[in-house]
T-cell receptor, first 113, second 115 residues
């Protein structure tokens, strides 16, 4: 079965600093989702990547999928307290049409004002 | 964006009783919904796939007689935890597949505590 490893497990940064979260898969990624979760709440969709080398940005968050489609990174520029939360990467299990997701354990981000 | 609601948000029940959790897609029709379970500091684990008008598909290791899933309409799926035990205490989250490709929206989750 596919496993997703996220690193780091937790991260504390000063407001204004940049940071990167990584998600590594044991198998080829057909679809890679990034979500943000506040503790005890649901998931907020951030971005979805499919193609090797793909990069997407939304506001100050950029997500990339490497050419081999086995690693994705999420980069936050000039972090703000509102960025704090748990970031989860999720991968579709197989090719097109699959929506069942396998998730990593998450990266807890704290931003110090 | 599309909205998925869950009810209740929190529930406490006694061991041996059953509890029903609802998942609704508020502004779109969802032929497929998923139920996930999340333990503290753990990842979300897929429990089952709920398809409107047909039986749910359960993941390996998930007891279908204990976690009853009904997807009676295009906007509602329910998860019933039967004869709940303290080890069933967890955070249950549903998601619904949207209209566009690869769109999947998550509910806010339901915290179940079995005493």
């Amino acid at each position: 079965s596919q496993e997703l490893e996220q690193s780091p497990q937790s991260l504390i940064v000063q407001e204004g600093k940049n940071l990167t979260i990584n998600c590594t898969s044991s198998k080829t990624l057909y679809g890679l989702y990034w979500y943000k979760q506040k503790y005890g709440e649901g998931l907020i969709f951030l971005m979805m990547l499919q193609k090797g080398g793909e990069e997407k940005s939304h506001e100050k968050i950029t997500a990339k999928l490497d050419e081999k489609k086995q690693q994705s990174s999420l980069h936050i520029t000039a972090s703000q307290p509102s960025h704090a939360g748990i970031y989860l990467c999720g991968a579709t299990r197989s090719g097109a049409g699959s929506y069942q997701l396998t998730f990593g354990k998450g990266t807890k981000l704290s931003v110090i004002p | 964006g599309a909205v998925v609601s869950q009810h209740p948000s929190r529930v406490i029940c006694k061991s041996g009783t059953s509890v029903k959790i609802e998942c609704r897609s508020l502004d779109f029709q969802a032929t497929t919904m998923f139920w996930y379970r999340q333990f503290p500091k753990q990842s979300l684990m897929l429990m089952a796939t709920s398809n409107e008008g047909s039986k749910a598909t359960y993941e390996q290791g998930v007891e279908k007689d204990k976690f009853l899933i009904n997807h009676a309409s295009l906007t509602l799926s329910t998860l019933t935890v039967t004869s709940a035990h303290p080890e069933d205490s967890s955070f249950y989250i549903c998601s619904a597949v949207g209209q566009g490709p690869y769109e999947q929206y998550f509910g806010p989750g339901t915290r179940l505590t079995v005493t």
